[in-house]
Nanobody
Framework: VQLVESGGGSVQPGESLRLSCTAS????????IGWFRQAPGREREGVAC????????YYKDSVKGRFTISRHNANKTAFLQMDNMKPEDAGVYFC???????????????????WGQGTQVTVAS
């Protein structure tokens, strides 16, 4: 299984980015997808997740109303649309898969089976 993130970059506060996660050698129908981020000197934290068939999603409080997670199982892709970005959104963003059918979660990172290498996001004036 391989996950590849893309779409990171440098933006100014208030601007937008759309991250993509492309999977290979896996059938996404059995996996919840999570997006996580890690800022320098901080622990990796969950940002959002989406259930296996997109029927439910969860967002970290600080990104609610600004970020939108989506997925397209047939194309083996997932997305994180990030709008009205803030400096505290900066970090390396990772996508990950958890074999789970049901409500997704991002509290327990150890339950995620596969991880991408990450894509850097910078938010600065």
């Amino acid at each position: 299984v391989q996950l590849v993130e893309s779409g990171g970059g440098s933006v100014q506060p208030g601007e937008s980015l759309r991250l993509s996660c492309t999977a290979s050698l896996v059938t996404l129908d059995y996996y919840a997808i999570g997006w996580f981020r890690q800022a320098p000197g901080r622990e990796r934290e969950g940002v959002a997740c989406i259930s296996a068939h997109g029927e439910g999603a969860y967002y970290k409080d600080s990104v609610k109303g600004r970020f939108t997670i989506s997925r397209h199982n047939a194309n083996k892709t997932a997305f994180l649309q990030m709008d009205n970005m803030k400096p505290e959104d900066a970090g390396v963003y990772f996508c990950a898969l958890e074999m789970l059918v049901g409500v997704c979660q991002t509290d327990d990172l150890s339950r995620y089976d596969y991880w991408g290498q990450g894509t850097q996001v910078t938010v600065a004036s």
